[in-house]
C-alpha cells in the first residue's frame, strides 16, 4: 500500500511530515526546549537564569516553558535553583548536550514509521522494500541530531546575527 506524504509547517518553526496513521514531528514542546537550551547556552557557567527572561527573550509562554524545563531537569540536562538568585541553567558543558538529547527527553527518540523500531507493528514488515529505507533515514537523522550540539547551535544563531539580549551587555 502506497502512503501519501504531506509536509507542513506548524507556528512558526514546527513543521511536521505526516503520513496517514504515522507522523515525525517537532512539536512546539521540541522547539520551545530547544530554544530554551540554546538561550541557556548562551549563559552556559554564569549562574542561573530565570525563566521569565528566557520566556521573554525566546518567545515561550512562561507556563509552558516551566513545564518543558521540568521535562529537561528530570532528564538530568538542566539544573534549577529556587530563590531571589535562583533560575535554570544546563547541567552539562553545551558541548556535551546534543539536540537528540533535548528532543529525546521532551518528545521521545523521533521516528519516521512504527515499523523501524518495532518490526511487528505491521504485517508486511518482513518483506517491505520501503521499511530499510525509512530505517536508513532514521538512523541518518538520529546521526545528525547526535552530533549537533547545543554549542554548535548557539555558534550559528551567533554568526545568523540571532544572538539573545544578554549577549549584548557590557
Known sequence: ML??????????????VTRTGNTMR???KGDYGLRAMIDMSARYG??????AEIARRQAIPEHFLDQVLITLRRAGLVKSQRGP?????????????????????????PTSLDCVPQPSACQLSPGCGMRDIWAQIDA?????????TLEQLAARHHALGQETEAMYYI
Do not use: C, N, W, Y
Open 3 to 16: 502512503r501519501m506524504m504531506r509536509i507542513e509547517a506548524r507556528s512558526g518553526t514546527s513543521v511536521a
Open 26 to 28: 517537532l512539536t512546539m
Open 46 to 51: 554564569q549562574g542561573p537564569t530565570p525563566s
Open 85 to 109: 538568585q535562583g533560575g535554570h541553567m544546563l547541567a552539562k558543558a553545551p558541548a556535551q548536550i546534543s539536540m537528540f538529547d533535548v528532543l529525546a527527553a521532551l518528545e521521545g527518540a
Open 140 to 148: 541518518f537523522a538520529r546521526d545528525l541530531l547526535s552530533a549537533t
